[in-house]
């Protein structure tokens, strides 16, 4: 097995943990490839020396019987998947963040990490995926896990002229719209008053962000439909982001996007429904009084 190695800069990367990581990947025999930002914070703060021959600088190879193994939180998981070689590698998130709401491990279990990935053990599970179609710079990646989302650039109010399968449903007016899988609905989507999700629905949820109607509220519609979103912003420009990824669109354009053709293999907590890290993540239930 080789073990696709990454994290960023911004993590706070906790030494011992780095240690127990490397140590394991030896002691089971896996080889491993790295970036480059990840193999100088183990190097200055553990003294372990990473090959240069196992550094990797913008994007890994597949070398076959991949897993990728990212360290940090959620935002370093979604930076993982716009890299990944191929989207049939399995992706492990061990979580040195705060909420790690798509991790698998708090960085407390990563000998127990590895053993169920000897013995085959860890659940994965396929969530689908969105992607711009049409309407980004060619050099956009926009492929997103969690979200795509239409912003404003600015202090001026942005308007989305929204269409479903050719059908008009809205006009947004306000901050913007973001349009997300049911695995980010725990993420942007939320923030934005969005619906909780199970990922294992096949729907697609738009919530306006701050919008200046105040009957405007979060649709959820099926999977396979596609949008087209017209933007019409005072500013003459406009974010579009998907996931951590962000470019500038100009007004008129028009976006379309719908279901990526690929999923992404997320790897989930071992003997926990989404329904258990739910409760521990959101903190359900727990009475603070």
């Avoid at 370093?76 to 491990?105: C, F, Q």
């Avoid at 349009?179 to 697609?204: F, K, M």
């Avoid at 470019?247 to 429904?273: E, F, Q, Y």
Wanted: charged share 20%.
């Amino acid at each position: 097995m080789n073990i696709i190695l990454f994290s960023r800069k911004q993590v706070k990367h906790r030494p011992e943990q780095l240690r127990r990581l490397l140590l394991c990947i030896e002691q089971y025999g896996y080889t491993y490839t790295i970036n480059e930002e990840f193999a100088s914070a183990i190097e200055q703060l553990t003294g372990i020396t990473v090959d240069s021959d196992k550094i990797y600088m913008h994007k890994p190879s597949a070398k076959g019987g991949d897993v990728m193994i990212t360290y940090g939180g959620d935002g370093t998981l979604l930076e993982a998947v716009g890299i990944l070689p191929d989207y049939r590698i399995p992706v492990v998130g061990i979580n040195s963040g705060r909420l790690g709401y798509l991790t698998v491990d708090d960085g407390e279990g990563i000998e127990a990490l590895f053993d169920h990935l000897s013995k085959g053990t860890l659940h994965f599970e396929e969530r689908r995926m969105l992607q711009v179609m049409e309407g980004a710079d060619d050099n956009f990646n926009g492929m997103a896990l969690n979200e795509i989302a239409i912003h404003r650039h600015g202090t001026m109010m942005v308007s989305v002229e929204t269409r479903i399968d050719g059908n008009a449903v809205a006009t947004y007016h306000g901050d913007g719209i973001v349009v997300s899988t049911p695995t980010g609905s725990t993420a942007y989507s939320l923030s934005a008053g969005g619906p909780v999700i199970d990922p294992r629905c096949r729907c697609i949820v738009l919530s306006p962000i701050a919008p200046h109607n105040l009957t405007m509220r979060p649709l959820v519609v099926p999977d396979d439909v596609e949008m087209t979103m017209r933007i019409n912003s005072r500013g003459g420009e406009a974010f579009l982001s998907a996931d951590n990824r962000t470019c500038i669109v100009k007004d008129g354009t028009i976006i379309r996007l719908g279901l990526a053709p690929r999923s992404v293999i997320l790897a989930l907590p071992h003997n926990k429904s989404f329904y258990d890290t739910l409760r521990q993540k959101m903190m359900w239930g727990i009475d603070k009084r």
